[in-house]
Structure formats: structure tokens, C-alpha cells
């Protein structure tokens, strides 16, 4: 008898890069025009058509850090500013902050929606607060509907970090239009659509789009396209500013034209699987993630389970006995309060973010990507059961 062959190890997360985008990438390495040109300006035109709405500027980058903190620099945030985030995300989300000398002040989340609590926003507001950024955690639309007019009556812009967010809604609009300063979207390797890297900064504001075209290459005070479209020799240029090198190359944007194609046809099946997780964890001693409002979508880019205080086994042997089962997980995220340059600098303790701290304790993202087959989900749920049954 010939002993079954392993399992093989079901990752947490995975690429699905098809034939088009590895033609589109050839094509670009054939072409002679390899890093921001042609590629990269018809994935910006093709990111505000998705988004729908007129007289959005859309500007590619290569990762969202560097959206983010192109941002905040155009908004004029600066030394002896603050600006307000949730405690429960990445590090990139508050890091951005501190490049341009400005105080992060976290706050903590909702724990019906694990998104920044605004009303903990409000009550964190000092006569220095000059920006608030939300994050829509998981794939899940931030409360725009109380933040936006919160946000306006203090007088403070608004950047969304929007990494997780593509496709996601709000009341019915998407994530991009709702009226914020700006938007950045992620295009990292596991996030909902990639480019490898890169990101997407989406803004109304024409001077804050110029501003970011500017320092997005250089400070160089001429459109990053120019030396791709000038139809004369054009060798002058002025700087105006100490700017970043922060524009995306068009092999990147060749994956994300096609990418973007499939966004929703991906958000369709990665809400398939959270579904079939839901039914299949309804029972168990867990709490399952927090829904949209009705008619709302969620972009699923996580699927974030919590652990109910009678389970039987910690997070952490949850996540070893799936590990063990030959199942990748992740967390997300060890919130920001506990991450030793955080603490530090702002001397936190976990006592003033309870609900960041608690989920934290008890969370756990489980494999969620449009290459998962249908046996793949069943073998993390029966592994899930039988761990927690
Ligand atoms: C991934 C991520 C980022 C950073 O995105 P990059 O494109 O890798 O720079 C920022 N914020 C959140 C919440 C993220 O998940």
C-alpha cells in the first residue's frame, strides 16, 4: 500500500496573475519603454474609469506607502502637526506620518466593524490635529458616513487608506469617490488586485493631483509622461522641490491593467468563500467577520475570525494547529500600540485601546484568494471544525 501523498500546504495567500497580464508584460519589455510611459498612463485612465466618476485624477505609484505619504505631504501636513489613525493596522498607515515630523496619535477601533472608532476620533482632536486617516479594515468600508462630516466641521482632511478597499462601498459608492482629500489604494503582492508592487493615489483636488505628479518624481516640475510624449527633443527641466522617487514602472502597470479588468469578477469569488466560511463557522465558539451594510460590497480582502472567550484553544493554538494541518494563517495586525516604536515614542499601554487589544488577542486571518479551489476551502474548514468542534 503506498501511503497518500502529503497534502499540500494551502499558503494564506496567493497571486492569481493570468495569460493577459503576462502578455501585456512582454509586450512592455519589447517595446522599448520600461519604466513610467504609456502602460502606466492607461492603467491611471482605466483606474478613474473603473472608479466611475468625473473629474478624478488617479496617479500610479510604486507601493501605497509612498501614496500615502505623498498625500499627506501635499496637504501641507508638516512639523508641529498631528494626525489621527486607528491603532489596529499596518505600520505603513502611521509611518508616513512621521517622515514629514508630524505626531501620530492612534485611536482606537469599533469592535462591530474593527474600523476606527470616530467618535474616539473626535475626542482625540487637539487645536494641532490636522488630518484623519481611516483604514477600511479587511475590505470593509470605515463609518465615511459619521467620519466625513465629523472631519469637516473640525476643519481636518481626510486620506483614506484604502489598501484593502478595492472593490469596496459605502453607501453605495465606492471607495475613491467619497469625497475625501485623497484615497490610496495597494497593489502589493497578497493584496485584492497586484502589480507586485504599487499603489494608486486618487484624488478630486486638481492642485493636490499636480502637487503629487511633482513629488512623485523628483520635485521636477514637468509631468513624469513628458519625456515619453514630447514630440520635440526636450532635455530642460526644473526642480522646485526635494521630491521622492515614487512613480510606478509600466511592467507594473501592464500586470495592473489586466488585474484591474478582473477586480470584481475577484471580489466576487473571494465573497463566495468568506460566505461558505461563515455557514460553516456559524456554529462554532467564534465571532465571524463583521458584515456590510445592506447593499454595501465588501472588497474580502481578509477574512478575519475571532475567537469567542469559551473557545478551547488560544489564537495562537489555533493558528498552530493549522499550521499542522499543512493551513497558512496570519495576523492582522499586532495593533500598533504594542509594536515597540509605537509604545515607546507615545508611551501607550493596551488599556486605552481595549477593543484593538481584545480582537487582537483572538484573531486570525485565514487563507481568502481567488486560487483557492472549492477543496482547498473545505479542507481549512474541516480543519477549522475539528480544532474548535
Ligand atoms: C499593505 C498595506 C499598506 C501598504 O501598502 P504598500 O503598497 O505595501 O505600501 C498600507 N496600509 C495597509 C492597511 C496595508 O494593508
Redesign the pocket.
Known amino acids: 500500500m503506498t501511503p497518500a501523498p502529503p497534502s499540500p500546504f494551502i499558503p494564506f495567500a496567493l497571486p492569481d496573475i493570468g495569460d493577459d497580464e503576462i502578455a501585456e508584460v512582454v509586450d512592455t519589455l519589447k517595446s522599448g519603454w520600461i519604466t513610467t510611459g504609456p502602460k502606466t498612463r492607461r492603467f491611471e485612465e482605466d483606474f478613474s474609469a473603473f472608479l466611475g466618476v468625473a473629474g478624478l485624477h488617479a496617479m500610479a505609484v510604486n507601493?501605497?506607502?509612498?501614496g500615502?505619504h505623498l498625500a499627506l505631504e501635499a496637504l501641507g501636513i508638516g512639523p508641529g502637526d498631528e494626525v489621527i489613525t486607528t491603532t489596529h493596522?499596518?505600520t505603513?498607515?502611521a509611518e508616513v506620518v512621521r517622515y514629514l515630523g508630524t505626531d501620530v496619535v492612534l485611536v482606537d477601533i469599533d469592535p462591530a466593524t474593527l474600523c476606527i472608532d470616530v467618535a474616539a476620533v473626535e475626542a482625540a482632536i487637539t487645536p494641532r490635529t490636522k488630518a484623519v486617516m481611516p483604514?477600511h479594515y479587511a475590505g470593509l468600508a470605515a463609518d465615511m458616513a459619521r467620519l466625513l462630516p465629523m472631519a469637516r466641521r473640525h476643519g481636518l482632511k481626510v486620506v483614506e487608506?484604502a489598501?484593502?478597499a478595492l472593490p469596496t462601498t459605502c453607501g453605495g459608492q465606492l471607495v475613491g469617490t467619497l469625497g475625501s482629500d485623497a484615497t490610496v489604494f495597494?497593489?502589493?503582492a497578497n493584496?485584492t488586485m497586484t502589480t507586485g508592487?504599487?499603489?494608486m493615489v486618487v484624488t478630486r483636488d486638481a492642485d493636490l493631483a499636480k502637487r503629487i505628479q511633482v513629488m512623485r518624481l523628483h520635485g521636477i516640475n514637468r509631468d513624469a509622461f513628458d519625456r515619453f510624449t514630447a514630440k520635440v527633443p526636450s532635455w530642460y527641466y526644473e526642480v522646485i522641490a526635494p521630491g521622492f522617487k515614487y512613480n510606478l514602472s509600466d511592467i507594473a502597470s501592464a500586470i495592473g491593467i489586466h488585474q484591474l479588468k478582473r477586480a470584481i469578477a475577484f471580489q466576487r469569488a473571494r465573497a463566495a468563500i468568506a460566505a461558505r466560511y461563515d455557514a460553516a463557522f456559524a456554529d462554532l465558539p467564534v465571532i465571524t467577520p463583521p458584515q456590510p451594510l445592506s447593499g454595501d460590497m465588501h472588497a474580502w480582502h481578509l477574512y478575519v475570525l475571532r475567537l469567542a472567550d469559551d473557545a478551547k484553544l488560544t489564537r495562537d493554538e489555533l493558528i498552530e494547529g493549522l499550521y499542522t494541518a499543512g493551513i497558512g494563517c496570519s495576523v492582522h495586525y499586532i495593533p500598533l500600540h504594542l509594536q515597540p516604536y509605537w509604545r515607546d515614542r507615545y508611551k501607550l499601554q493596551p488599556q486605552q485601546f481595549p477593543h484593538s487589544q481584545h480582537a487582537y488577542e483572538r484573531m486570525l486571518s485565514l487563507p481568502l484568494y481567488t486560487r483557492m479551489g472549492p477543496a482547498e476551502v473545505q479542507r481549512v474548514i474541516d480543519a477549522v471544525r475539528s480544532l474548535l468542534g
Open positions: 507601493s501605497a506607502t509612498a500615502l493596522t499596518f505603513a498607515t483604514v487608506d489598501a484593502h495597494s497593489f502589493y493584496k508592487e504599487g499603489g
